[in-house]
Structures are given as C-alpha cells and as structure tokens.
C-alpha cells in the first residue's frame, strides 16, 4: 500500500481543491433542497490556505492529491464552557481512494492541530440522511449532539 502524506493546502493545490469542492456539493445536493442548481461554491480557498485561524489540509498519495479537511477556529456561544471551537469541514476523499482511512488521518491531524491552538472542542455538520458519513465521525469518537431543523414557509 502507498504511504499517505498529510500535509498543508498550499496555492499550487487550488485547481484540485476546487474539484473537490465540486465533488462535496455534488454529494450535498441530494440531502438538501436549498442548494443552488447553478453554479455553486462553498469555500473562500484562498483565505483557507492562508487564514492564521484555519488549517486546511490535503492527503497526498504518490504526488496526487486524494482528500482535503480544514479545522477553522471559532468563538463559541457565550453560554457555553468552552471559548473557542473548531468546526471542521470541507471532508472530501476521490472515490477511487476511499476505504484506505484517508479522512480519518485527516481529521486526527486536524485534532492534534486544533490541540496546539488550544481549542479542545470539535464539531462538524453532517446531513442526517448521509448515514456512511455520520458512522463514520462516530467511528473516530464523535456523537450525535443536536439536529438543525428547517422548513419553508
């Protein structure tokens, strides 16, 4: 098996990081209809590379890119014991590198960052109909904490 290198984004991943993109909303698409049909786009790349309160990472599997995650560090609700958090997001592997534990590298990095930072609280949203995903977070210790609701009027 080739070794995986966890590593920062850096300007010259941008054109895979926006694949990538693409490949999260096409995968969000089905578990909410808010989405914009056209074109859509979900993150500021180039404020995520380099943003001191944001870690974005890639795996690289023999010079190829094969995922990214970011950690962005945050203010908590004032109500709550923690000041600060970091919401992770942006998880995306290529198809044809899953099931070798790319994300989950990923996010303990994204961990251990968040740790140097001082932050020790994680979260992340996840569709409730995107059952693989959600097993998975739970796999690497997360829980299922509160639902957010919606509907038209």
Known sequence: MNPILIRKATP???PTLLQFEQGVIEAERPCDPTL????????????????????????????ELAGCGYARIETSKL???HRHHAYLGFMYVKPE????????QIMEALKNWSKEQGVHELRLEVYVQNESAIKA????G???????MRRGV
């Open 142 to 148: 997360f829980i299922r904490h509160m639902y957010e």
């Open 79 to 81: 109500y709550l014991q």
């Open 12 to 14: 010259a991943d941008k």
């Open 137 to 140: 977070y739970e796999k690497i």
């Open 36 to 63: 914009k049909r056209d074109d859509t786009i979900y993150y500021d790349i180039d404020e995520m590379i380099r943003a001191p309160h944001i870690e974005l990472l890639v795996a690289e599997v023999n010079g």
């Open 97 to 104: 590198f899953r099931g070798r534990g790319i994300n989950q």
